[in-house]
């Protein structure tokens, strides 16, 4: 089955109030090809908006989209800029309670994508034990080991709606090579509704697959697709980007500016 299509039309795959997974980690293959086009589709239409953001790590591409609207709530354990600092609009709205912070952790996140994996409400593990984690998260509940009478954390099921993933390499069936840092990406395209996947290079077969066809709905060719976030070993990070958005944007209005030059 061919899957490709468009990148317009991937974006449209988005809808408003959903769970918007992004792959990739820090500033390492990130979809920035498909969160550019969403800006876009956004501030023609206004749509969509809404949306929980997941990411395991968020970076430039999540702070994009905090920045112009789009997200109300993010899950993340990290959202930031590496050695450029902080991700400036997200810090700009968590400091002023415009936007919902679900807290999460490396734990939270995995067992809750593992939960779902399995196909069962929860993962216990003894991950946030002893914290005051569970205090800003009422859905994360303790439970009773049975056969050890031990406490656990049980955290409860993670799936997106749509998770967005840049490969290295696709083929037309959607089986991707995704590099070796991998981060959640496997288990994202396993426990997320529809996959979409960008990539660097469409070929007509891959002789190995990180992510098989089964997962994934969609692929898009989007060549420097991650840019200017790396893609190891077709391109490095782009450090003068990065350090001029760290430097340019403060608030809303160099924010408007940016994003004004990124997408008109």
Known sequence: MNKIIPLQAAVEKITPGCMLALGGVTLYRRPMAFVHKLLQCYRRTGTPGNLTLLAFTAGLESDLLVGAGLISKVRSCYFGLEIF?????FTYKANR??????EESEASITFGLRAQMAG????????????DLPGLRPDVRTIIDPYT???LIAFPAIRPDVAVIHALRADPEGNLDIGKNKGVDEELAVT???VIATAEEIVPELDRADITAPFTHWVVEAPQG???TSCHPRYPLDGESLLAYAEGVSDPKSFEAYLQALVS
């Open 85 to 89: 600092g902080l991700a400036p609009m």
């Open 97 to 102: 309670g415009q936007i919902e912070i679900i």
């Open 120 to 131: 069962v409400g929860f993962m216990p593990g003894r991950g946030w034990l002893g914290t």
């Open 149 to 151: 009478g031990e406490e």
């Open 192 to 194: 997320s509704r529809i």
């Open 226 to 228: 991650a840019a200017p």
